[in-house]
């Protein structure tokens, strides 16, 4: 009788699984970024954004902002929407120039997920 409590068991989780397949792979990658990739932005921008398509966890978001020279010009640590799938960093007047936006974060599911790309300022700051 035990055996077969187990069986049952067994053949339920795989149900499951199989069955919702998303729950099972959903790894936290941009949606949207702000500004976007690729983008030639007029104005130095006063943060940097990027939108998850799946929950992250707080304690492990990174987000850089790094000029031509590699500094990163991001101002404080980053910061995360209540409902986690906001990912933001304030940012000086940015000079003219491309910026690369660096990003890695752990998904709710605990998977790891990094990326990056670039923008450029046409008119800078300060």
């Known amino acids: ?21 998303t729950a099972a792979w959903a790894h936290s990658f941009p949606e949207q970024e702000t500004p976007s990739a690729g983008q030639t932005v007029p104005s130095p921008p ?8 799946a929950p992250i966890e707080k304690l492990f978001a990174k987000l850089e902002v790094t000029g031509a020279d590699g500094t990163n010009q991001a ?13 933001t960093v304030k940012v000086p007047a940015l000079k003219p120039g491309e910026y690369t936006v660096k990003w ?11 990326g990056s790309y670039t923008f450029t300022v046409a008119n800078g700051g300060s």
Do not use: C
């Open 75 to 87: 101002q404080g640590a980053p910061q995360i929407s209540d409902d986690g799938i906001r990912l």
């Open 1 to 21: 009788m035990k055996k077969v409590s187990m069986w049952l068991y067994a053949v339920a989780l795989l149900a499951i699984g199989v069955s919702n397949p």
């Open 104 to 114: 890695a974060v752990v998904g709710i599911d605990t998977h790891h997920t990094q």
């Open 46 to 53: 006063s943060e940097v954004a990027i939108k998850f398509d």
